[in-house]
């Protein structure tokens, strides 16, 4: 009937048009860090060209449906490492095929690859947000990480980044680091300050499989520190907060103004499409990544292919346990009301029986609306957390 919206109608005004994001990662590396899981080469011979023909290959293959990017994401690798008319081609690429400039595109750069030739083509094809992996402003700890730049290129990246205006500056600092003391942790947090930059992510350093880090944790060169971990985290959430940056997810502080979009829609579980090896996608009912090789990627995509590597139909039950799941790593944690509505599945009893204990330990509030949130200690065992939640979600399944 004239005048009354339609179910249709009714469904967009409670949630609209989700965004889009794309991610694009840049495998080339010239040295492989102690801790980097992240897939990555040395761009030898033509290996660079390969790639870009392959990246205008695979959005090709993408049915981005008429579909505007919202948000773009440029990670690694070292992005940097490309050429400035690499960097113009991969850009323009990328544009032709996201329906027009996005409203927020982050680029990750390594200090030593920053140069005002890349910087200002950055700039002109409308990247919004340079996010720099500092790590840390000591030597001896940049050492210990297989890091290949100093403090002196730090400072010297960051003028140049700020010099040609971009909207957004982040910094990437790690904290626990093997033999770190928490003097040493806050001489980095006094000189991330003083360089005043818009976003800080801190992340406590983790050991994953395959890296140098891991084998010289299986050796006995280096130790966990549970209790050291958890004493890193409270006094980088006091310090940043005392300096004026929110605290919007366990590891992210913004000015205001300055959140990271595409992170924030991607823990809400909204959709990305990922263009290049390795690179993960949420797209068309699917979830899925590409292979993690250049020379596979590529034959791949010659073949028509595109995210062919852990394949998984998107469904109710996974969504909604991965938006709580990642949801409540962010500060305003999520409205369980609004997911139900979203992602209507049975398997939210899981979660009604599991609530109780979180709250009575301590790790959770919820509101009389029916938000629910991390406590500080509840931040402290997010991964935990996750994994009951996840659980739980996985014990409805089975009952019902």
Not at 83 to 94: N, S
Not at 137 to 153: I, K, S, T, V, Y
Not at 179 to 198: S, V
Request: hydrophobic share 40%; proline share 6%; net charge negative.
């Amino acid at each position: 009937m004239a005048g009354f919206p339609s179910g249709q109608e009714k469904a967009q005004a409670v949630f609209p048009p989700p965004p889009l994001g794309v991610y694009v990662h840049v495998p080339f590396c010239a040295t492989t860090c102690d801790f980097c899981a992240f897939y990555q080469t040395v761009p030898k011979g033509d290996a660079v060209r390969q790639y870009l023909d392959g990246v205008e290959a695979e959005a090709g293959l993408v049915a981005w449906n008429g579909s505007k990017v919202a948000t773009a994401f440029w990670g690694g690798g070292t992005p940097g490492l490309l050429r400035p008319a690499d960097i113009e081609r991969l850009g323009r690429t990328m544009l032709l095929y996201c329906g027009g400039q996005p409203e927020e595109w982050s680029v990750e750069l390594a200090p030593a690859t920053v140069t005002p030739d890349r910087l200002k083509v950055f700039k002109d094809l409308g990247v919004t947000r340079i996010s720099m992996g500092v790590q840390s402003f000591d030597e001896a700890m940049l050492d210990a990480l297989g890091r290949h730049h100093n403090p002196m290129q730090i400072h010297r990246a960051y003028d140049l980044i700020r010099a040609e205006g971009f909207a957004s500056v982040n910094l990437d600092l790690m904290f626990a680091l093997p033999g770190q003391t928490e003097a040493q942790w806050r001489a980095d947090l006094d000189a991330a300050m003083r360089l005043a930059p818009d976003h800080l992510s801190t992340y406590c350093l983790t050991f994953e499989e395959d890296t140098t880090l891991w084998i010289k944790l299986s050796q006995g060169k280096v130790k966990l520190d549970p209790d050291k971990e958890a004493a890193f985290y409270q006094r980088t959430w006091e310090y940043l907060g005392a300096a004026g940056f929110a605290q919007y997810e366990v590891s992210n502080f913004t000015r205001p103004g300055h959140a990271c979009r595409h992170n924030l829609n991607t823990w809400s579980m909204q959709e990305w499409v990922g263009l290049g090896p390795s690179a993960a996608s949420q797209h068309a009912g699917w979830r899925s990544s590409n292979r993690p090789d250049l020379g596979l990627w590529l034959a791949d995509v010659a073949a028509g292919r595109r995210a062919t590597a852990d394949r998984t139909a998107l469904t109710h039950d996974l969504l909604a346990a991965d938006a709580v799941i990642f949801g409540l790593r962010m500060n305003d944690g999520v409205s369980l009301p609004r997911l139900r509505r979203r992602f209507p599945t049975p398997r939210w009893t899981g979660l009604e029986d599991l609530l109780p204990k979180l709250l009575l330990d301590g790790l959770l509030t919820a509101t009389v609306e029916g938000r629910i949130m991390l406590t500080d200690r509840g931040r402290l065992l997010a991964d935990a957390i996750g994994a009951d939640i996840l659980e739980a979600f996985e014990s409805a399944a089975k009952v019902g």
